[in-house]
């Protein structure tokens, strides 16, 4: 009887704190609702879950005390309602995802992001530093694919044309060339992600040699006095294009940080956690992409005129940042709440 008492004793210890923590999730999401849990908080969640029926299964096996198991198996009983309980339907889930969820998440690796962003733009301003001081840079900062027969010995002529006439003129091209740009797009966003599990160093100086080629465009641009015109050319698809590959970025300096400083979790683990998080943030720039593709390959080659274009610019970057803001966010979950309260 005492060996019986001691191995139950000895079975709690080294397993309650998970059951402990499987409690206060449950109760925080019981009072609060689900959205209420941070990403961390609901991808830990069906793992205590399965944990909870791993200690049932070997306490039901060993014979352990009887309120042992009658306690576990309430616990996994009332975990199996949050994890596999009412589903959403797929529009609700769907909304769910890209007007509550993402940008939580996005906003949750805000620090990955303002240092992509940051990486860009010291690369884009040492881009065009160096080919205004020495035109020659641009040879080494741009392939002859990307450069489309611009350089700098481009008359003032020539690179107008290329900002001012569009690239196509048959629009049933348009769709195909949006295609084109969302798939070569997508792929630098991918790539920036990938490579984050080599520590994240590769990450950004992937973006930074990113950012030295659209400097060099800019350089160039500049040296002619087309500043103005260039960044009327860019911007409109730019800021959301740049932005989603900043976002893949970020993800792949988190699992950078996964590896290099996996805390109190094994390596291992801390990948498979923050992998999902990142992978998440990078299914959500497809749309980005997307649009940005459809921005550049229909909405430029159609307007010329750059006041509208900087209009457009302002336009995205404003939605974009109300978007991923934190007021607008806690507005959103505060909505959530409320309609959550109407139902009950």
Known sequence: ????????????????????????????????????????????????????????????????????????????????????????????????????????????????????????????????FLTQRNSDYFYSLVSEEMAGGRSPLSTDEELIEVLKSPEIQNLDSLGAFSSFLFTHNARIGLSCFSIGIAGGIPVLALVFANGLTLGAFAGIHAARGLSFEFWAWVLPHGVTELLAVCLCAAAGLQLGAAVLFPGRRRRLDSLVLQGRRAATVVLGTIPLFMIAALIEGVFRQLILDDGIRYLVAALTAITWLVYFTPVSLNWRLARLSDDGDDRS
């Open 1 to 128: 009887m005492g060996d019986s008492v001691l191995r139950s004793y000895r079975f709690r210890r080294e397993r309650q704190s998970s059951w402990r923590e499987l409690e206060t999730l449950m109760k925080g999401a019981e009072a609060n609702g689900l959205q209420s849990l941070d990403s961390d908080q609901l991808f830990r969640l069906p793992v205590l879950y399965r944990a909870a029926l791993s200690s049932l299964s070997v306490a039901r096996a060993i014979s352990l005390d009887k309120n042992v198991v009658s306690y576990l198996s309430s616990l996994a009983t009332q975990a199996y309602a949050f994890v596999y309980g009412t589903r959403d339907s797929f529009r609700s889930s769907f909304g769910g995802f890209f007007l509550d969820r993402y940008p939580a998440l996005v906003w949750s690796m805000r620090a990955w992001v303002a240092t992509a962003m940051i990486t860009l733009v010291l690369g884009t301003a040492g881009g065009s």
